[in-house]
């Protein structure tokens, strides 16, 4: 009789389980989860030993978690810890040291660009401080891919539940989600904490992620990368400083070209899909004795497929942009520097760390399938130098006041047309608007057609609305 009344304890639907679980997760009981409770769900085939460690690992991220499922305070928490793993590290000497390069780096500047200087001082940063500043850029980058993961997740789990439980899956998409979510997201705090121990400077990556405006270099990690160069220590920190500088005023100046870049950045993201067949084959050799190689297919990139043709000429404009970018940048810095006896050596060694991939395409690479390699920025200093010679530097920095303005991929090839338009231009010889750039000056202006303000400008006969008063010419 116990045992009928045993068994009869035992006969709860799959559902009824699964929202039992799904209410001691969002509980956050200290007893965790119940095994023989997961057991028995393993008629949705569902590794439940491998539920169970997940969930354990994840119970604490609902908490945080935004509405998208993912937790980007775990990410935080991730990043600082690696990033702080080895103390500050900064002393006042470092730091004055650092000071005093910013202030004869900003001289130097001020004479080879017509770019006005930064309203905020230089900073020198902590790594921890590196990544306070920049997580919610890279956030913004992660998140498409972030998203994709935790959808991919989702949309397996249904796969392999019985029809019968079909509409009970569909109600645990948020957890789902989150378990996806928070995976990736602790994917990320580990890259970019690792990353807070391998950059320079705020600009060392080629995007912009620090705040608008704001100049930095991480003293830890400038000791690392000047210890092999067998360059003077206070010639290497006046380098370092003149290119952060000038990065950051260049970003500054022309405020439409962070969201320039973001954008497309993003914009390749969102591209991205998870390989379901790569998930499918993952799960079906999972190990619950190794639940680290859902992560480290993260890590690794295995769960996104190959890009597609527009994803690759997404990347090819974006690695255009950031050549022109730092093209410019370079050739401002060795103009500032030239007076350094080193600044050759370094520059350098600057490109070659570059050309190499770096640490931003470490981190996006993994992350999101992003390589950020700018593999013209030789061909882009070429024609910011060609540029410069010919025109001078005020009509040069010119080119960054409009998006329009800026130089394109053909203008990398053949920078001597680009040099002949800006000559002309010099001579007062620009070129005929079209009738849609007219049309677009004149709506820009509040020159609505119809208002009166084109025309013979004579008096509204009071019919000024019919097409035949003001058709264009």
């Known amino acids: 009789m116990a045992d009928d009344d045993t068994s009869a304890g035992n006969e709860n639907s799959p559902e009824d389980d699964f929202q039992e679980l799904i209410r001691q997760l969002f509980g956050g009981g200290a ?17 439940p030993a491998m539920m169970q460690a997940v969930m354990r690992q994840l119970q604490g991220a609902f908490a945080n978690a935004d509405e998208s499922g993912i937790s980007w305070d775990m990410a935080k928490r991730q990043a600082l810890h690696i990033a702080n793993q080895e103390g500050l590290g900064v002393t006042a000497g470092q730091r004055t040291d650092l000071d005093q390069a910013f202030a004869l780096a900003t001289l130097w500047l001020s004479e080879a660009t ?50 019968d439980m079909q509409g009970m899956i569909q109600g645990a998409g948020r957890l789902m989600r989150t378990v996806g979510g928070s995976l990736f997201a602790s994917q990320l705090g580990q890259v970019v904490g690792s990353l807070s121990k391998e950059v320079v400077s705020g600009g060392d990556v080629g995007i ?35 290119r952060e500088l000038a990065h950051a005023r260049l970003f500054r100046h022309a405020r439409w070209l962070r969201l320039h870049v973001i954008s497309q950045v993003t914009d390749f993201a969102r591209g991205v899909h998870v390989d379901t067949d790569a998930l499918e084959e993952l799960a079906s050799r999972f190990d619950p004795s190794e639940p680290e190689e859902l992560r480290r297919a993260i890590e690794s990139g295995a769960l996104l497929p190959a890009r597609s043709e527009a994803q690759e000429a997404a990347l090819a404009r974006l690695e255009n942009l950031l050549a022109t970018i730092e093209g410019w940048v370079e050739v401002v810095t060795a103009d500032a520097t030239s007076r350094l006896p080193s600044a050759q050596r370094i520059a350098e060694a600057v490109r070659r760390r570059r050309a190499v991939g770096g640490p931003a395409e470490r981190a996006l690479g993994s992350l999101v399938g992003l390589e ?53 231009r010099a001579r007062g010889e620009e070129p005929v608007p079209d009738e849609m750039d007219d049309a677009l000056a004149r709506l820009l202006a509040g020159e609505v057609p119809g208002d009166g303000s084109e025309g013979d400008g004579s008096e509204d006969d009071g019919e000024s609305g019919t097409p035949d008063d003001h058709r264009p010419v």
């Open 372 to 424: 950020i390699r700018p593999r013209r920025m030789r061909e882009a200093a070429a024609m910011w130098r060609a540029v410069t010679d010919a025109v001078g530097p005020a009509a040069r920095d010119a080119l960054w006041d409009y998006p329009d303005l800026m130089p394109s991929a053909s203008d990398i090839d053949d920078p001597a047309s680009l040099v002949a338009r800006l000559e002309a």
């Open 31 to 47: 007893g965790g989860f119940d095994p023989e409770q997961l057991s028995r769900l393993s008629g949705m085939n569902i590794d």
């Open 208 to 242: 912009p992620l620090m705040p608008d405006g704001e100049a930095a270099i991480l003293p830890q990690n400038f000791a690392d990368f000047g210890r092999d160069l067998e360059v003077p220590e206070d010639q290497l920190a006046l380098y370092v400083a003149t």
């Open 114 to 163: 017509a770019i006005s200087e930064l309203p905020a001082p230089p900073e020198t940063l902590t790594r921890g401080g590196w990544v306070e500043a920049t997580l919610p850029v890279w956030q913004e980058l992660a998140e498409p891919v972030a998203t994709s993961i935790a959808d991919a997740l989702t949309a397996a789990l249904s796969a392999q539940a019985p029809e």
